[in-house]
């Protein structure tokens, strides 16, 4: 077979402009014609592309077969939304069924669609399924709650009726919970009919609520509508009460996400209070809202992230106010389970060890420190390394890929799209979103190489994010990129490349929402102004187009934000995030952590803006990883990230 060479200009290709010479890619049997065309194929895609992601009302059938035909591509869920809003009685069933194989409905429509199609495809009980998930949803329209009451209504129990209503009364559709009062069970019915009169406030609601009051403890909904009706009657304390007291339910609540923002809300307020005990006591009931056999991080994001909120509220409660490490380790172990991301599992662990170790179980820390290390790139497992007297470990070199595998990578339509695309926004939504793709470690090998031959940093940095944010490690030389000009030398070195791979991800042509331009993500007003401190003509375009300019630029900010601040590298990160007027906020309100009074990850975590706070573990994160790469200083043993957080003789 003979091999020919599609040749892409790596102008196209590299959002970094880390290689300034054409890049080969071998596309094995390929004719021009062949060639041609695939090309013609992709360009017509990402126009449309362009057009469906920005339509508001693209009929069912286009976005539908183009969700089909490019699942990975750019805003892929967007448009999905869409199409599934778009959903009529017209939509044919083939194509129906097949946008749903796999991926299930996100609303009542869809599922209403779905069972109608199953049903005149023949397929009884998938159509029943469908239905019954149609019927639990609280967006029904009125044309489909009509749909499935006569098409479906035969089948339907009367524990559908009764999840029904205790769904909408989760969100306060009491009409619609009223209209099928009738279908439910009679308990049930008694339960509906005190939780309305609760919400309604109504004049007898007491009263209808000591019909059932024996169910408090087992039906998490009466109990959210009877604290919801004491926090709306003034009688806080009441609600509290109930909230916090322990409780078993055989009714667990329809709308998880609902119930916990309940409880976040109650569980804050009190501890705004100074009720310490009433906060840990509320933030507490984690664990019985889930069904039994649920895993909690397959649940849906807004259910993750209170849990994870209550969880640490809980946790730190217990060990700052409380004084009781030992439950709050335990705490902190169920944080670490709350999400998908590397980062919320490492950050859990490290502080369940720490917890443990201040309980003086030195075993369990030791143990729970070694789960957090695990993922060396990453803030806490860092800290914990320290723990363990341990070094981060260099990132290895990525092993060598087969030319067949990098060729069947480089012709993935999205690949193709991203050499395509002469528009630098769009070439960085696509570099996202074929790292997101990536589902196994052998396709973030081969992914990790393409980007290297190609001069794409940024994918390669992206392919280790997206692998993180989806709790799976990829520690590989690949995602840390080396500017080729600009950095600063000996140690700044590696604070320029830390923030440059948070900032933009060595991707040049960012430009964020905020209008930060290029490396290092500088405001133009900022720029010029560092340019004037350093003696440096301004160029608003080399902001973007000079990438050695921008980083010189970057670094001297950052070196006179620490001059600023004494040297300390944790307040100057802060600043350049979230500026110097809030820092300086947060230190006379949360202490000066310059100081050995307080700690100063500790501090970090009391960051009211949740970006800043992130950024400001990120930044130091990939410090100390450039640290191990940096060609100008010695290695510092077991404390790198310590190091940049100004407490060396205190590791981790």
Same mark, same amino acid.
């Given at each position: 077979?003979?091999?020919?060479?599609?040749?892409?200009?790596?102008?196209?290709?590299? *959002?970094?402009?880390?290689?300034?010479?054409?890049?080969?890619?071998?596309?094995?049997?390929?004719?021009?014609?062949?060639?041609?065309?695939?090309?013609?194929?992709?360009?017509?895609?990402?126009?449309?592309?362009?057009?469906?992601? #920005?339509?508001?009302?693209?009929?069912?059938?286009?976005?539908?077969?183009?969700?089909?035909?490019?699942?990975?591509?750019?805003?892929?869920?967007?448009?999905?939304?869409?199409?599934?809003?778009?959903?009529?009685?017209?939509?044919? +069933?083939?194509?129906?069924?097949?946008?749903?194989?796999?991926?299930?409905?996100?609303?009542?429509?869809?599922?209403?669609?779905?069972?109608?199609?199953?049903?005149?495809?023949?397929?009884?009980?998938?159509?029943?399924?469908?239905?019954?998930?149609?019927?639990?949803?609280?967006?029904?329209?009125?044309?489909?709650?009509?749909?499935?009451?006569?098409?479906?209504?035969?089948?339907? &129990?009367?524990?559908?009726? #009764?999840?029904?209503?205790?769904?909408?009364?989760?969100?306060?559709?009491?009409?619609?919970?009223?209209?099928?009062?009738?279908?439910?069970?009679?308990?049930?019915?008694?339960?509906?009919?005190?939780?309305?009169?609760?919400?309604?406030?109504?004049?007898?609601?007491?009263?209808?609520?000591?019909?059932?009051?024996?169910?408090?403890?087992?039906?998490?909904?009466?109990?959210?509508?009877?604290?919801?009706?004491?926090?709306?009657?003034?009688?806080?304390?009441?609600?509290?009460?109930?909230?916090?007291? +322990?409780?078993?339910?055989?009714?667990?609540?329809?709308?998880?996400?609902?119930?916990?923002?309940?409880?976040?809300?109650?569980?804050?307020?009190?501890? +705004?209070?100074?009720?310490?005990?009433?906060?840990?006591?509320?933030?507490?009931?984690?664990?019985?809202?889930?069904?039994?056999?649920?895993?909690?991080?397959?649940?849906?994001?807004?259910?993750?992230?209170?849990?994870?909120?209550?969880?640490?509220?809980?946790?730190?409660?217990?060990?700052?106010?409380?004084? #009781?490490?030992?439950?709050?380790?335990?705490?902190?172990?169920?944080?670490?389970?709350? *999400?998908?991301?590397?980062?919320?599992?490492?950050?859990?662990?490290?502080?369940?060890?720490?917890?443990?170790?201040?309980? *003086?179980?030195?075993? !369990?820390?030791?143990?729970?420190?070694?789960?957090?290390?695990?993922?060396?790139?990453?803030?806490?497992?860092?800290?914990?390394?320290?723990?363990?007297? !341990?070094?981060?470990?260099?990132?290895?070199?990525?092993?060598?890929?087969?030319?067949?595998?990098?060729?069947?990578?480089?012709?993935?339509?999205?690949?193709?799209?991203?050499?395509?695309?002469? #528009?630098?926004?769009?070439?960085?939504?696509?570099?996202?979103?074929?790292? &997101?793709?990536?589902?196994?470690?052998?396709?973030?090998?081969?992914?990790?190489?393409?980007?290297?031959?190609?001069?794409?940093?940024?994918?390669?940095?992206?392919?280790?994010?997206?692998?993180?944010?989806?709790?799976?490690?990829?520690? /590989?030389?690949?995602?840390?990129?080396?500017?080729?000009?600009?950095?600063?030398?000996?140690?700044?070195?590696?604070?320029?490349?830390?923030?440059?791979?948070?900032?933009?991800?060595?991707?040049?042509?960012?430009?964020?929402?905020?209008?930060?331009?290029?490396?290092?993500?500088?405001?133009?007003?900022?720029?010029?102004?560092?340019?004037?401190?350093?003696?440096?003509?301004?160029?608003?375009?080399?902001?973007?187009?000079?990438?050695?300019?921008?980083?010189?630029?970057?670094?001297?900010?950052?070196?006179?934000?620490?001059? $600023?601040?004494?040297?300390?590298?944790?307040?100057?990160?802060?600043? $350049?995030?979230?500026?110097?007027?809030?820092?300086?906020?947060?230190? !006379?309100?949360?202490?000066?952590?310059?100081?050995?009074?307080?700690?100063?990850?500790?501090?970090?975590?009391?960051?009211?803006?949740?970006?800043?706070?992130?950024?400001?573990?990120?930044?130091?994160?990939?410090?100390?990883? /450039?640290?191990?790469?940096?060609?100008?200083?010695?290695?510092?043993?077991?404390?790198?990230?310590?190091?940049?957080?100004?407490?060396?003789?205190?590791?981790?």
């Amino acid at each position: 077979m003979t091999t020919r060479l599609l040749l892409i200009p790596s102008l196209l290709l590299s *959002g970094a402009a880390i290689s300034s010479s054409p890049v080969q890619m071998a596309v094995a049997g390929a004719t021009s014609a062949e060639l041609q065309s695939a090309r013609d194929t992709v360009d017509a895609s990402i126009a449309e592309w362009r057009e469906l992601k #920005d339509e508001r009302n693209p009929t069912f059938s286009r976005a539908a077969q183009f969700a089909i035909a490019h699942p990975d591509w750019p805003n892929i869920g967007s448009i999905r939304a869409r199409a599934e809003e778009a959903l009529n009685a017209f939509a044919p +069933d083939p194509l129906v069924l097949e946008f749903f194989d796999g991926t299930p409905p996100r609303n009542g429509r869809g599922w209403t669609a779905l069972a109608l199609a199953q049903e005149r495809q023949g397929r009884t009980n998938a159509a029943t399924e469908a239905a019954r998930n149609a019927w639990l949803s609280d967006d029904l329209s009125d044309e489909d709650i009509a749909t499935i009451r006569s098409r479906f209504g035969s089948r339907l &129990t009367a524990l559908d009726h #009764d999840r029904r209503i205790d769904a909408l009364l989760f969100v306060r559709e009491r009409e619609k919970a009223e209209d099928i009062l009738s279908l439910a069970s009679p308990g049930e019915r008694q339960v509906a009919e005190a939780r309305l009169a609760l919400q309604r406030r109504d004049s007898n609601a007491d009263v209808l609520f000591a019909r059932v009051a024996d169910r408090i403890d087992d039906h998490a909904g009466l109990l959210m509508d009877r604290a919801r009706y004491f926090r709306a009657s003034g009688q806080e304390s009441a609600s509290e009460s109930l909230l916090a007291r +322990d409780h078993d339910f055989t009714t667990r609540p329809t709308n998880v996400d609902k119930w916990y923002e309940m409880l976040l809300l109650a569980a804050e307020g009190a501890s +705004d209070r100074g009720a310490h005990v009433t906060a840990y006591n509320i933030a507490r009931q984690l664990d019985d809202a889930l069904p039994d056999g649920a895993v909690l991080a397959n649940q849906a994001y807004g259910v993750r992230d209170k849990y994870t909120s209550l969880a640490w509220l809980a946790g730190t409660t217990a060990r700052e106010r409380l004084g #009781d490490a030992a439950a709050a380790s335990r705490l902190f172990e169920s944080y670490s389970t709350g *999400g998908r991301s590397l980062q919320v599992r490492s950050k859990g662990l490290y502080w369940a060890g720490r917890s443990a170790q201040e309980a *003086g179980n030195v075993q !369990r820390a030791n143990a729970l420190y070694a789960s957090a290390a695990e993922t060396p790139e990453l803030f806490y497992s860092q800290l914990a390394l320290e723990r363990l007297g !341990r070094d981060i470990p260099v990132p290895p070199a990525l092993p060598e890929q087969t030319a067949a595998a990098r060729n069947a990578f480089a012709s993935k339509p999205i690949v193709v799209a991203l050499s395509r695309l002469g #528009d630098p926004d769009d070439r960085a939504v696509f570099v996202r979103a074929i790292a &997101t793709s990536l589902e196994t470690e052998q396709e973030r090998l081969i992914a990790s190489d393409y980007a290297l031959r190609a001069g794409r940093a940024d994918l390669g940095v992206w392919i280790a994010r997206a692998a993180r944010n989806d709790g799976t490690a990829f520690y /590989y030389r690949s995602a840390w990129p080396v500017h080729p000009r600009g950095a600063p030398g000996g140690d700044p070195w590696s604070i320029a490349h830390g923030i440059t791979r948070q900032e933009s991800s060595f991707d040049n042509f960012a430009v964020s929402h905020a209008n930060a331009h290029g490396m290092m993500q500088l405001l133009p007003a900022t720029a010029r102004e560092q340019a004037r401190r350093m003696g440096l003509e301004y160029c608003y375009s080399c902001l973007r187009t000079d990438p050695a300019y921008n980083v010189r630029l970057g670094s001297g900010y950052f070196a006179w934000l620490s001059d $600023y601040y004494d040297g300390n590298k944790v307040l100057a990160a802060a600043a $350049y995030n979230g500026g110097m007027g809030n820092v300086n906020r947060w230190i !006379r309100n949360n202490g000066d952590p310059r100081t050995s009074r307080v700690d100063t990850v500790e501090w970090i975590e009391k960051i009211p803006f949740m970006e800043t706070r992130g950024y400001v573990q990120r930044v130091l994160e990939n410090a100390a990883v /450039y640290d191990r790469l940096n060609p100008y200083v010695p290695a510092y043993g077991a404390v790198h990230v310590s190091r940049h957080l100004g407490k060396t003789n205190r590791p981790g």
